[in-house]
Structures are given as C-alpha cells and as structure tokens.
C-alpha cells in the first residue's frame, strides 16, 4: 500500500508541476495558451466542464459522507492517496485539454521593471502554497504518512495544526498562493484569463466548503479564527491575535 501512495503521490505532484509550467509562459510546449482552434462558445464551455470536473471530484471526495462510503470498500489508510491520485489525474487532464482561445489581455515588455515584478510574484505564488503544505504535513495532506504509520503498523493520529505563519493573515494561505500563480502573468491572454478565472472560483468555492467542516471539527474556536482572519485575502479584517490549535 505504501508503494501505490508514493504512485500516487509522483503523479499528485507531477500534475501540480506541470500546472505550473502551464501557465508560466516559460515552457512553450506545455502553456495553455495557442491559436483557437474551436469556435469561443465551444472553447468556453469545454474549459468550463473541465474545471467543473476537477472541481467537483476534489470537493466531493473531501467530504465525511463520500469517505466513509469509500472506507466500506477500502482500506482506510489509502484513502487520501487515491484523493490524490484522483486529483492527480483530473488536473493533468484539465490542463492537457485546456482548449486555446487566443486573444490579448495584456502582455507586459520584457524590457520593463514590471515583466520581473509579474515573475517574481508569480513564484512567490507558488511558493506560499507548497510552504503551506509543509506548515499543514504535507506528507499527511499527499497521503504518504497515514500508509507509512501503516506499513510500520502504528495508529494513525491526527495532526495538531497551529495557527502560525501565513496562517495568521489568512485562512487558506494554500488557496491564495495558488491564485496569486494564475494571475500573475506577464502575458495574459484570453485563455489564460478563462483558467484564472475557473480555478480562482473553484478555489473559493472549495474554501468555503471545507470551512462547513472546519466548524463542525471544532465549533467556536474556529469561527473567533473566521471572525478574525481573512479567508484569502491578508490585511482586510481588523486581526486579533489567534491562539487557535487545532488538528486537522
């Protein structure tokens, strides 16, 4: 079971590389952007169902109902692999079948202070959001730990998640970096303003969705650190100082 986490891990984290390559403009064989080739409706409604599906897979199997029908089959342990896995898939999916629709938004000179500025908030983006994977374990949040504690037969235990570091500012520090990754761009176009726009929505949506079961994990506590801490964006409520702990 440990061999098929570390499986499933490669392609979770292949996908997210190649997610990335895909909208840096650095890697021309593997951007999202090209010349359309569908008419836009077309081009719009497929970008629209893939994000839909990824979406849908990523927010329904994180739900209490789906895993514990999952578990009835399967054992527990593997659970939040075949998550990954799953997700794994379905991103690389999106993002080999992103459909092309041309079209300039904005695209900044190489020449200008502003082209470097784009870039460097571009990784800053993504660095926010695999630094918060490891703030949470990300080797529990990719699967790897709960078949490892299997594989040296020990319980498994639920992590104590402090609010520390980004998590201070914001609440889902893992969605912003993300969003921050998509939108900073020095060569927006059409097609990649639909793919901005389309994870930027399911990441708020999947935000406050995994926020329902947040509440019910710890009640009150969590919502003074809802009161008190924006969801994605830092700086926008007037903080006070949280000394949640909880785990997750």
């Known amino acids: 079971m440990f061999t098929y986490s570390i499986v499933a891990y490669a392609i979770g984290f292949a996908s997210i590389l190649l997610w990335i390559a895909s909208v840096s403009d650095l890697v021309p064989e593997l951007s999202i952007d090209g010349s359309a080739e569908l008419p836009v409706y077309l081009a719009v409604l497929k970008n629209l169902g ?18 514990a029908f999952f578990v009835r089959f399967f054992p527990k342990h593997i659970e939040r692999s075949t998550f990954v896995l799953m997700s794994g898939i379905l991103l690389t999916l999106m993002v080999l079948q ?23 908030l571009f990784f800053a ?19 790897l730990r709960q078949t490892y504690l299997e594989l040296r037969n020990k319980p498994y235990t639920e992590l104590n998640f402090k609010v520390y570091s980004f998590y201070k500012y914001i609440r889902h520090p893992l969605y912003a970096g993300g969003i921050l990754g998509v939108w ?15 994870i930027t929505a399911y990441f708020v949506i999947g935000a406050k969705i995994e926020e329902k079961d947040l509440i019910n994990d710890f009640g009150d506590s969590y919502l003074d650190y809802k009161k008190s801490t924006p969801m994605l ?11 949640i702990h909880y785990a997750k």
């Open 50 to 67: 893939l994000v839909m599906l990824f979406g849908l897979q990523h927010s329904i199997m994180a739900r209490r109902p789906v895993k």
């Open 98 to 120: 992103w459909e092309p629709m041309g079209g300039q938004i904005w695209q900044i000179d190489p020449e200008s202070p502003l082209y470097m500025i784009s870039y460097v």
């Open 184 to 198: 900073a761009t020095p060569n927006m176009t059409v097609t990649h303003l639909v793919f901005a726009l389309g």
């Open 125 to 143: 983006g993504w660095a926010i959001l695999f630094i918060s994977s490891f703030l949470i374990n990300h080797f529990d949040l990719f699967g």
């Open 233 to 243: 964006v830092p700086f926008t409520k007037r903080n006070k100082k949280a000394t």
